[in-house]
Each structure stands twice: as C-alpha cells, then as structure tokens.
C-alpha cells in the first residue's frame, strides 16, 4: 500500500501570507494525486486534481505543483475561510485511494 | 445545485449491525460512482468502500472487508453502507463522496454521518 507523508502537521500562519504544503508518496503516484479542504464540521471539498488542476469554482490563489512522489500545494494569499485542513490523495494506485494524515493551517 | 446527504448514524453496540445511507440530489446519480470515506475521532480520512454507477465494480478497505455491504439503487438516487460486526474503531464521520466519470478522486462529498460503536 502506498504511503502519503504530509509535512508539517501544523503550520501557524497570519491572514495574506504565502503557504506551501508538501505531500510524498512513498513510490511514484505519477500525477494522479488529489488534494481536498476540510473545514471543521462541513463536508470535505475537492481543491485540485491531477497533481495541478484546480477543480470548479476554485480560487486561482490554490494551485498545486510536482508528480512522482513529491507534491505541494500552495495558496499565494491566505483568507480567513483558508484556515483548514488540508489532505492529500494518490490515486494511481487504486483501490486503496491513500490519504496523507492531514495538514491542519491554523492562524497566527 | 448537487447534494449529498447521509443519514442513519448513531450508537450500536461491538459486534452489532448499522445501515447508513446517503440521499443524492441536483446530478444525474446513475452516471457516476460513488465513496464512503470515514473519519476517526481525531484521525485523518481514510477511503472505506467504492460501487461503480452500474454497480458492477466494488471495492473495499481491508480494514472492513467481510463486514461492510456497499450497495446503491440509481432509481432512488441513493447509497447505502451494511455495516455487520461492528467493532469500537468503526467509530468515526462516514462521508459520502462522489467519484467523477472515469477518475478515482472524490469531487464532491457530504457533510457526513457520527456512527459510534460503544458499550
């Protein structure tokens, strides 16, 4: 079963600041890697797809970059509805589609 | 607009037996796949279980293999989760989840669903 490590577990950041999340997979995903937001309480929701697609509706601050095994996704200027948290998703190798444990961007 | 709503959560005991569901509405149900994904108290997502929109590919998580009945009826535009033996760390969210044509990601899901297997 592949393995997808999220770094850092928790990042403390102001309102308007530049964040970069990583996700590795422990073998290649190719692109086929997925990030969601998770907002206390509401259902989760899909951010980008194909390592670098932005799914509808979603703000171009939210971009996501990198194939193989490593992966970022970076949101240029957080707003206040950004505080979440984030996961990451491979699914090459399918079934199981693996989470990450999670990215959790609280506020400053 | 689409919706997903899951229902049927609540507390059973270990060993005992729990049938979730979850209602779509504002898509064409049958054309797509579907996910449960749970979540655990103070834990990360982890998927459960897949049906195709034809019903003719199922998929499940090691971890419920055996225990856990995924199904779906495209008339009633709704998906189920058989949930038999039930032990304390099926505690946890259940999400439905909407698997988009021909890709295995979840691209919209619901608010989920608090089952809790306790004594």
């Known amino acids: 079963e592949i393995v997808m490590t999220q770094s850092p577990a928790t990042l403390s950041v102001s309102p308007g600041e530049r964040v970069t999340l990583s996700c590795r997979a422990s073998?290649?995903?190719?692109?086929?890697l997925a990030w969601y937001q998770h907002r206390p309480g509401q259902a989760p929701s899909l951010l980008i797809h194909?390592?670098?697609t932005r799914a509808t509706g979603i703000p171009a601050r939210f971009s996501g970059s990198g194939s193989g095994t490593e992966f970022t996704l970076t949101i240029s200027s957080l707003q206040s509805e950004d505080f979440a948290v984030y996961y990451c998703?491979?699914?090459?190798?399918?079934?199981?589609?693996?989470f990450g444990q999670g990215t959790k961007v609280e506020i400053k | 607009e689409a919706q997903l709503v899951e229902s049927g959560g609540g507390l059973v005991q270990p060993g005992g037996s729990l049938r979730v569901s979850c209602a779509a509405s504002?898509?064409?149900?049958?054309?797509?796949?579907m996910n449960w994904v749970r979540q655990a108290p103070g834990k990360g997502l982890e998927w459960v279980s897949y049906?195709?929109?034809?019903?003719?590919?199922?998929y499940y998580a090691d971890s419920v293999k055996g225990r856990f009945t995924i199904s779906r009826d495209n008339a009633k535009n709704s998906l189920y989760l058989q949930m038999n033996t039930l032990r304390d760390e099926d505690t946890a969210v259940y999400y439905c989840?909407?698997?988009?044509?021909?890709?295995?990601?979840?691209?919209?899901w619901g608010r989920g669903i608090l089952v809790t297997v306790s004594s």
């Open positions: 989840a909407r698997g988009p044509i021909s890709d295995w990601f979840c691209d919209f």
């Open positions: 504002g898509f064409t149900f049958s054309s797509y796949s």
């Open positions: 049906i195709s929109s034809d019903s003719s590919s199922i």
């Open positions: 073998k290649s995903v190719a692109s086929n």
């Open positions: 194909g390592a670098s």
């Open positions: 998703q491979q699914y090459n190798y399918w079934p199981p589609g693996t």
